[in-house]
């Protein structure tokens, strides 16, 4: 398994004023596997994918990505983890304004040792006609396919997606999940998508519902179905 999530715990605030966001969560996910996370605002999804991103650290409880114990490394061992084993796509994108959209791709190909072509990924993307344009230049669809191409560009074993489709409309985030999909089969990437739209789960190979801080449902999808016929 890429993935291995035992018993994790995670809060904010003083003693006065705790907030457990996360309540005793274990989880684990298969390498290769498409897993969308969903759950209403405040139920500790994102949380979870800012542990498995190495953004946050959980107050107890075991994580292990790519055979690597994150709950027992430092700070320097967890940077190095984000920059050879992550990719992470957030939900507005943070494109360097002054950068291109091949610019903006390449300060990620930089730091890694063993980067993907970045014009086959350029060309896979669908940003060939546009990679000499500024972010204002793009369209939402268009600066979401550079992010996904600048977290992918670094060949990473894990891509964590945080609503990948929240700012964009109907039509072109069923474009942009196509994509991720497109992605997983030609790379064998394993992506994590954290979402508020039950439907997307319907593209998944495993599927978990979070609430209240813990998992409501698990379930895995034998045939998952074409995109296409995604609808909400």
Known sequence: MLINIEHIKKGYGDKSNRNEVLKDVSLQIEEGEICVIFGPSGSGKSTLLNILGALDQPDEGRVTVCGKELHKMKMNELAKYRRDDLGFVFQFYNLIPDLTVIENIQVCENLSPNPLDINELIKTLGLEEHKYKFPYQLSGGQQQRCAIARALVKNPQLLLCDEPTGALDYSISKE?????????????????????????????????????????????????CDVEKLSW
């Not at 942009?176 to 954290?194: A, D, H, Q, R, S």
């Open 176 to 224: 942009m999940l196509g994509l991720l999909k497109k992605v997983n089969e030609e790379y064998g990437t394993t992506i994590v998508i954290v979402t508020h739209n039950n439907a997307i789960g319907d593209m998944a190979n495993h599927i978990i519902a979070i609430r209240d801080g813990k998992i409501s449902k698990e379930s895995h999808n034998d045939e998952p």
